[in-house]
């Protein structure tokens, strides 16, 4: 099933005052054209009566002169109208009959009355006045078109929908500028906690003088204080216990090597004692000598030396001092790869790597250093393990971690943890894949170039 993703909430509020821009702006166009359309109509309805009835006393002075259909013929009706007289003798002259006009005005005019009304003739609307002239008992009606108020009313539609359109526009800008205005202090917060989050303990917000704001930027900052305190004091500890552990193992090396000196003297099962022993002493020895390596790394107290390297003999030379010497080196570049880079740190990444799938996963079964096209370095070690599980990816370079596929509960934990901070300090970063072969691949992308040696808690590891 896909899930859609929410839109933003700026977008959502732009979206409101767009709709309610679009909404205020369709009500008082609504408003705006029916006070506009009766105004109109109105003051046509008004010019229309004022000129039938002009019309109207020519028409009853002519009949005084018995010139009434030379009269007719010269009103100045206009070329959208028309007008009927109710006279047998000007039947010849009409363009529409009298029935032309609605029943109910032209019995408005036979009972002796004025009058007015709104009616349609061939598709077009018109005002019809009629008008009843006693002199001669007649009747007579004017026709006044209402194209012209009907096309000012499209006109003023038109205005009034780009104007409600405009509004929406300027409405949704508004709406976007305010929630971003509004949306500001909590980028703030969301970047410094994201700095935060990597690595730059000492990220802070800056004071404002908004008295709403305040508490927030003093609670998030003390906040802050509170988290780099605590991080900062469990790395002391950390460092101070691996220091304080080396006197003992010390001393417990040196017994059990004493032992060892006379093992033939001990029985069977004591010197299966004593090998364990002196198994577990060493692998003891190994994981402090990792915890004070990587309390250094934290603490930023090993220096970078970068020289020019030739990546793919030092990888070789690395392999073969290793537990499964044997591993095949691939360098996918026509040409040696020199890279500017941390001779030890590369080292370290690389024999851990190649010691991580020995005693996890079977061994390494291949080594390739690669080459990007923006200059990056990638050094990639595939192994025989049954791979690492997707849930174990993420969290596979901290420290204390094995994938839930490892083989062996073997080894310090602590090996792809260095990994991934050697990484980080070389400017690069680490993860791990399925390799095309089976089992896992684990990937270290350096750049090539001279980088600049940065804060070790720079993001460790893709997923």
Known sequence: MIRLRSPRLTSRVAAFFGIIGLLAGLGLTTAAYSVARDSLIDQRVTTARSTAF??????????????????????????DG????????????????????????RDTVTAGNSGQQLFELEGEKYIGIGIHIEASDSGYFE??????????????????????????????????????????????????????????????????????????????????????SRIEREERFASEVSH????????????????????SELSERSQQALDLLIAQVRRFDLMVIDLLELSRLE????????????????????????????????????????????????????????????????????????????????????????GVDEHDRVRIFERFTRGSAARAREGTGLGLALVAEHAAALGGWA??????????????????????????DMPTGVS
């Not at 109207?56 to 206009?78: C, K, M, P, Y």
């Not at 990444?349 to 010691?355: A, D, F, G, P, T």
């Open 82 to 105: 028309f007008a009927v007289l109710t006279q047998p003798s000007l039947t010849s002259l009409l363009q529409y009959p009298a029935s032309a006009f609605p029943d109910s005005l």
């Open 244 to 263: 304080e552990l080396r006197s003992p193992i010390t001393a417990m090396t040196a017994a059990a090597e004493v032992l060892a000196s006379r093992r």
């Open 299 to 386: 603490a930023g107290a090993i220096d970078g030396h970068l020289e020019e390297v030739d990546i793919g003999n030092l990888a070789s030379r690395i392999i073969a001092r290793s537990s499964t010497p044997s591993t095949r080196l691939s360098l996918k570049s026509g040409t040696p790869i020199i890279a500017v880079t941390d001779r030890v740190r590369f080292e370290r990444i690389l024999s851990n790597l190649v010691e991580n799938a020995h005693i996890h996963a079977g061994g390494a079964t291949e080594v390739s250093i690669s080459t990007q096209r923006i200059g990056d370095i990638v050094v990639t070690v595939d192994d025989a393990g049954r």
């Open 143 to 228: 026709a006044f078109s209402l194209s012209g108020t009907e096309r000012t009313l499209a006109v003023l539609v038109t205005a009034l929908l780009i104007g409600s359109a405009l509004a929406a526009l300027l409405a949704v800008f508004f709406g976007f500028s305010t929630s971003r205005g509004l949306l500001r202090p909590l980028t703030r917060v969301a970047t410094t906690a994201g700095d935060i989050a990597g690595g730059s303990l000492d990220a802070r917000l800056e004071p404002t003088d908004d008295p709403e704001l305040s508490r927030l930027v003093v609670a998030f900052n003390n906040m802050a204080d509170a988290v780099q």
């Open 431 to 456: 993860y791990v894949d399925d390799s095309p072969a089976g089992g896992a691949r684990f990937v270290v992308v350096l750049p090539k170039a001279e980088p600049t040696l940065i804060d070790h």
């Open 54 to 79: 002009d019309h109207a006393l020519e028409l009853r002075e002519a009949f005084e002169r018995n010139s009434v259909a030379q009269t007719f013929q010269q009103l100045d009706i206009g070329s």
